[in-house]
T-cell receptor, first 110, second 114 residues
């Protein structure tokens, strides 16, 4: 069955450093992959979408890579700030219905 | 564009009662989704509408759950005979032609069954 793996352990980093979050998947050939941010008690907020034929996408301090051979996406936040502390979810899709991973919590310390 | 709106934001109900949640999607979006999320987990797909047609429903969805989208606008999710295991956040999302594959979530409706 399809499986999406995100590190269940929180990632703790120091302000100003680059945070790198990982999303691995198995038994899946997604046409696209998305990253969302979720704050406690709130709905997920869309950040970036990358398609299977794209290797990398950037938006301001965010960068996403997508390796369909390794079946992995990396999500980078450069010059991280305490305000970046949240849970980050990856979502894979082949059609209109994305499937979500459980998310990884990022904590940026001042 | 006021975003996806969900009501009520919080609901506490006794086991065995019925509850209904409402979702108002972004106005130009024809696709509407319901997901459920429990603590420490990602959103789990429940059901999907395109306009007023319910096109897909999770196999995990109990027959106590029913969703409607009359006239392809707002949607309701009803849970009958609630159980403690139904306690979760119920998320509605919408998407449309311009949005492509991106879905936009509301703030969710928290359900606590006591």
């Amino acid at each position: 069955s399809q499986k999406i793996e995100q590190n269940s352990e929180a990632l703790n980093i120091q302000e100003g450093k680059t945070a790198t979050l990982t999303c691995n998947y198995t038994n899946y050939s997604p046409a696209y992959l998305q990253w969302y941010r979720q704050d406690p008690g709130r709905g997920p907020v869309f950040l970036l979408l990358i398609r299977e034929n794209e290797k990398e996408k950037r938006k301001e301090r965010l960068k996403v890579t997508f390796d369909t051979t390794l079946k992995q996406s990396l999500f980078h936040i450069t010059a991280s700030q305490p305000a970046d502390s949240a849970t980050y979810l990856c979502a894979l899709g082949g059609s209109y219905i994305p499937t979500f991973g459980r998310g990884t919590s990022l904590i940026v310390h001042p | 564009d006021t975003g996806v709106s969900q009501n009520p934001r919080h609901k506490i109900t006794k086991r065995g009662q019925n509850v209904t949640f409402r979702c108002d999607p972004i106005s130009e979006h024809n696709r509407l989704y319901w997901y459920r999320q429990t603590l420490g987990q990602g959103p789990e797909f429940l059901t999907y509408f395109q306009n007023e047609a319910q096109l897909e429903k999770s196999r995990l969805l109990s027959d106590r759950f029913s969703a409607e989208r009359p006239k392809g606008s707002f949607s309701t999710l009803e849970i009958q005979r609630t159980e403690q295991g139904d306690s979760a956040m119920y998320l509605c999302a919408s998407s449309g032609r311009v949005a492509g594959n991106t879905i936009y979530f509301g703030e969710g409706s928290w359900l606590t069954v006591v």
